[in-house]
């Protein structure tokens, strides 16, 4: 029986990707930052381990209780929608902290077993507006380009030691809980020459009624990856961003 350990499972793709690979037998490892065991159904092969993927030590300690893990899913994000001009560079390093260093202190945390082993796969879940760009997203897109970019290295790097590394390029989600913290995150000082650009913004993510990405569609790129050793380095995920990720 094999196991995976996901990041940020408490709500959106994590928790899907979790009851999924639950739901076919494989022993998962549920990471949250707070802990919470209602959201999951009880399961013998289900292990809820507390997370904070920019603390140091609370990785360590995470993927000491894990134990041996055969697949990483490098889930967990925050979003920030507002101008780029207005956005304190405090927020912009917390988003960096968790959306591109958490996934690289995460992926440096595992690497010594799969590298022992000579086996390993690891999953970052990115987005499609590295595909597409969109206004007042500067700051979340820069974050998920970069673990993109990160991505593609490692897979060429770790290659000779049989370790897989993938992408998966999500579209919009707007039942998730990703997205509600996204507009809690809104720049909400900002001059008045950006006011247009954010109402259309804020009503085009409310309004809209395009083909969507939900949270099984993530999960199922995921299962994709882990049972065919031929799946592409980048997978988008949901009808929107497989649309998006055609046009390039």
């Not at 995470?62 to 929608?81: F, Q, T």
């Amino acid at each position: 029986m094999k196991t995976i350990l996901i990041t940020g499972c408490s709500s959106g793709f994590g928790l899907e990707i979790a009851k999924y690979f639950l739901n076919r037998n494989w022993k998962v490892i549920a990471t949250m930052r707070t802990p919470s065991a209602e959201v999951l159904p009880k399961s013998e092969h289900l292990r809820i381990v507390q997370l904070d993927v920019t603390d140091a030590k609370s990785i360590r300690s995470a993927v000491e209780e894990a134990g041996p893990i055969d697949v990483l899913v490098n889930n967990a994000g925050v979003g920030m929608l507002g101008p780029f001009e207005s956005t304190s560079m405090d927020a912009v390093r917390d988003v960096f902290e968790t959306n591109t260093f958490g996934t690289m202190a995460m992926t440096q945390a595992v690497l010594p077993q799969f590298r022992a082993r000579r086996a390993g796969l690891v999953v970052n879940v990115a987005s499609s507006v590295t595909l597409v760009a969109l206004p007042l997203l500067p700051v979340y897109t820069a974050s998920k380009a970069a673990v993109v970019a990160f991505t593609e290295s490692l897979a060429l790097e770790l290659k000779e030691f049989n370790i897989r590394v993938g992408v998966v390029l999500p579209g919009m989600a707007p039942g998730t809980a990703f997205v509600t913290n996204a507009h809690a995150r809104v720049a909400h000082t900002f001059p008045d020459d950006y006011a247009n650009t954010m109402n259309s913004v804020l009503s085009g993510f409310q309004n809209y009624e395009g083909s969507v990405t939900h949270a099984i569609d993530v999960a199922e790129v995921v299962w994709q990856a882990t049972q065919d050793s031929s799946t592409a380095f980048r997978i988008p995920a949901g009808a929107d961003a497989i649309e998006w990720f055609n046009r390039i």
